[in-house]
């Protein structure tokens, strides 16, 4: 579909005309921010194309936002700060529970923007929204959840109270892989606990984060505590360097959340930083070889590889080894590739011509460093000729000590390598820089037990493939896949989202007026 570029009142001022724009061949030219209550052109001269990365279609054009349009978000969302703290936790979550409807009500059309955008198929995008609404409504129990504790008499008529307060304005960095779900690990408990917030999309995706941000304009927030600005690396870095900015969340790749936590501390902001990941599986000879499969399939293959939770590194134990690679090469061959529009895909493309080329180099390069290419997924035959397709792929015999073992593909590409025991196996788990996720493949309550208590990773499977935390449980990371100490999700975030404070308090009976 070529965009007309056409700009249209309605398409500004009604988001849902948009998608029939859409349809129509009819569409802005430029992504607009969000500020202080209104959609607001970026002062940006660059602006990059957001391409539909299966059929090689503009959708539309991002702005990359100079640090003069983040310093007009911050200063929106300051002056927004004082009133939304003080809006009773009780109408602030009413909020919540009109945006929980409205994502229900658009559920299918936010589906098909991040299958558009991102590449994903619709069924992986559906359930990405599912996991964004579930954060919603986890972050609108916000009355109980920022509950402080006490202690009455710590001594003689003294007590001790800790309350939770917000902190001000909090940022989210984004990166492309959930354009849906990711924002959702933070913000609604940012503004729930009293915080204001501004989204930093990536400049790769931001489709999917403007369709929400038209409902929560429909939502009537007060201007300035929900703001967008679109862009790339100036506008984070204005974000980490901006003093009005107090908190800062970002998911991407470990070497930007390295960055992203270094300045952002370097400012005395609060962080929180999750990076890239390898999510090693381990598959011990007394797993059921046909439902690992299954599961290790979808995870490694599922969004082409590009969850952070794929896994794209199997280690198989003893006589496991031969059934299982067997059993996945038949697996990855039948995989489905192509537009995750039509009917029957299994898989969608990666998510830029320069991702697929590096993709495909990294292959190229184990192929070098020894590894057989078992099932090669490199230039499929896909109807879209302009999409960055690769198809899943399979590297055998790669050695363990080669760079390509030690990197982060991030593309449908699962190697598989052989130990000799489970103790060999989280060996080789807690060796690498990343500790994102791990699973087993085991019928052995012991095996599973030593597995969770040895691994040295954030999130653990056993017997699960993609171990994604509800919005429950915090979504949590070690070594380089997380910097920083309170999570997203759940109870953490609200921990993330306030600050503590502590009040020791007397009241002699001589200084209280008698009545
Ligand atoms: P990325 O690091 O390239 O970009 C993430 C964000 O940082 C974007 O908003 C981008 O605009 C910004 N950015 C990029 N380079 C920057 C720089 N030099 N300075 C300042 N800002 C910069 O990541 P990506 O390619 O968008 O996302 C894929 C990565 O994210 C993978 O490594 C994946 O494992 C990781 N990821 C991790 C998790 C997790 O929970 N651990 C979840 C999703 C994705």
């Known amino acids: 579909m070529e965009c007309a570029r056409v700009y249209t009142a309605v398409a500004r001022f009604n988001h849902w005309s948009r998608a029939a724009a859409w349809s129509a061949g009819v569409c802005e030219a430029t992504v607009q ?13 660059e602006t990059l194309p957001v391409v539909n990365p299966a059929t090689g279609e503009e959708l539309e054009r991002v702005p990359l936002s100079p640090a003069a349009d983040v310093d007009h978000a911050a200063q929106a969302a300051a002056r927004a700060y004082p009133a939304w703290r003080r809006v009773p936790v009780t109408d602030r979550v009413q909020y919540l529970f009109k945006l929980k409807a409205l994502l229900e009500e658009h559920f299918e059309d936010l589906a098909r923007t991040i299958t558009m955008e991102a590449g994903k198929t619709l069924t992986e995008s559906r359930g990405e929204m599912r996991r964004a609404i579930e954060n919603v409504e986890v972050a609108a129990a916000a009355p109980i959840l920022i509950q402080g504790y006490n202690s009455e008499d710590i001594a003689a008529g003294i007590d001790e109270i800790m309350i939770r307060q917000p902190l001000g ?7 492309f892989n959930f354009p849906g779900m990711i924002p959702f690990w933070f913000f609604p408990y940012a503004i729930a606990a009293g915080n204001t917030s501004i989204i930093k999309p990536s400049e790769r995706v931001p489709l999917t984060m403007e369709k929400v941000f038209a409902l929560l304009d429909s939502l009537r927030l ?44 370097a400012h005395g ?96 390069k184990a192929a070098r460093e020894g590894a057989t290419v078992t099932v090669d997924g490199r230039h499929p035959d896909v109807k879209y000729k302009k999409g960055n397709f690769v198809a899943p792929t ?21 190697s598989i390598h052989r130990v000799d025991d489970i103790d060999a196996a989280i060996n080789v788990v807690n060796s690498g820089r990343y500790g994102n ?24 499977g056993i017997n699960v493939g993609v171990a994604a935390p509800m919005a429950f449980f ?30 020791v308090e007397r009241w002699p009976k001589a200084w209280s007026r008698k009545f």
């Open 394 to 414: 399979i590297l055998e015999d790669l050695p363990l000590t080669s760079d390509v073992a030690a990197t982060e593909i991030f593309g449908p590409v699962l």
């Open 474 to 503: 915090p979504f949590s990371g070690a070594r380089e896949s997380f910097f920083g100490d309170l999570h997203g999700q759940g109870r953490d975030a609200f921990e993330f989202f306030t600050q503590q404070k502590v009040v």
């Open 169 to 175: 304005v909090c940022a989210v960095i984004a990166p």
């Open 437 to 460: 996720q791990a699973s087993l493949f085991t019928s052995s309550g012991a095996s599973a037990r030593k597995f969770r208590y040895e691994a040295e990773v954030g999130n653990v």
């Open 33 to 45: 921010n969000y500020v202080e209550g209104a959609w607001r052109p970026s002062s940006a001269t």
């Open 269 to 364: 902001k609060r962080v929180q930083c999750q990076g890239g990941a390898k999510n090693p599986v381990v598959i011990l000879p007394d797993a059921d070889v046909a439902s690992a499969t299954d599961i290790v399939a979808d995870s490694a293959f599922g969004c082409a590889g590009q969850r952070c939770l794929a896994s794209s590194f199997a280690i198989t134990v003893g006589e496991a080894s031969r059934p299982f690679a067997d059993a996945m090469q038949a697996r990855a061959r039948a995989r489905v590739t192509g537009y995750g529009l039509d009917d029957g895909v299994q898989m969608g493309p990666v998510i830029t011509p320069e991702s697929r080329a590096r993709v495909e180099q990294l292959i190229d």
């Open 222 to 265: 007060p201007p300035g505590v929900m703001n967008l600005v679109n862009g790339g690396r100036e506008a984070v870095d204005a974000i980490l360097d901006h003093p009005l900015i107090r908190a800062v969340s970002f998911v991407g790749s470990s070497a930007t959340a390295l960055h992203v936590y270094s300045r952002a501390a």
